[in-house]
T-cell receptor, first 110, second 113 residues
Framework: QQQVKQSPQSLIVQKGGISIINCAYE??????FPWYQQFPGKGPALLIA?????SEKKEGRFTISFNKSAKQFSLHIMDSQPGDSATYFC?????????FGAGTRLAVHP | EAEVAQSPRYKITEKSQAVAFWCDPI?????LYWYRQILGQGPELLVQ????????DSQLPKDRFSAERLKGVDSTLKIQPAELGDSAMYLC???????????FGDGTRLSIL
């Protein structure tokens, strides 16, 4: 019930394409859903986040779509660039504790 | 932009030795977290502090791990004795309050030989 399931495990996208990463959760007590970006040898950096009373949030090329009834949320990266190549983690907060997905390794090819 | 500072960046030690990690959170952040990240996985919370008090250490292997934040600012995580399975990245994060976004440091990469 505390798990956050993330897919796909890895993703290859051509430059300019759309990258889509999906996450699903079970616990309806989760109240905050951030996405983190992690480059090799670095800590995760907060990218964008959403609360369950909003269905979509957009910041630049990054958009979170949130489906409360399906208990799913996804990250869309528009116009993907080689510099976006990194590992992306979704997370969900419940009882003031963040539960992370297993991560998606994104490679954007020029 | 203020950052979470961690040291050392890398640590290589032998099994059964003691090892310690240090974290200095962003100034003014009351909540501090220690996570363990195994290669290819997401971070998992080990311990959470609110000021100098532990509020969640349910996932901390207390027979060998200890954590402290004596003055409510910087924090130390210790492992004694280290085991082969402890090899991982140890990440520190902080947030202004418990319901605010968490900001991570760049971690300590621990390798146990």
């Amino acid at each position: 019930q505390q798990q956050v399931k993330q897919s796909p495990q890895s993703l290859i996208v051509q430059k300019g394409g759309i990258s889509i990463i999906n996450c699903a959760y079970e616990n309806t007590a989760f109240d905050y859903f951030p996405w983190y970006q992690q480059f090799p040898g670095k800590g995760p950096a907060l990218l964008i986040a959403i609360r369950p009373d909003v269905s979509e949030k957009k910041e630049g090329r990054f958009t979170i779509s949130f489906n409360k009834s399906a208990k799913q949320f996804s990250l869309h990266i528009m116009d993907s660039q080689p510099g976006d190549s990194a590992t992306y983690f979704c997370a969900a907060r419940g009882y003031n504790k963040l539960i992370f997905g297993a991560g998606t390794r994104l490679a954007v090819h020029p | 932009e203020a950052e979470v500072a961690q040291s050392p960046r890398y640590k290589i030690t032998e099994k059964s030795q003691a090892v310690a990690f240090w974290c200095d959170p962003i100034s003014g952040h009351a909540t501090l977290y220690w996570y363990r990240q195994i290669l290819g996985q997401g971070p998992e919370l080990l311990v959470q502090f609110q000021d100098e008090s532990v509020v969640d250490d349910s996932q901390l292997p207390k027979d060998r791990f200890s954590a402290e934040r004596l003055k409510g600012v910087d924090s130390t995580l210790k492992i004694q004795p280290a085991e082969l399975g402890d090899s991982a990245m140890y990440l520190c994060a902080s947030s202004r309050e418990v319901d605010q976004p968490q900001h991570f440091g760049d971690g300590t990469r621990l390798s146990i030989l």
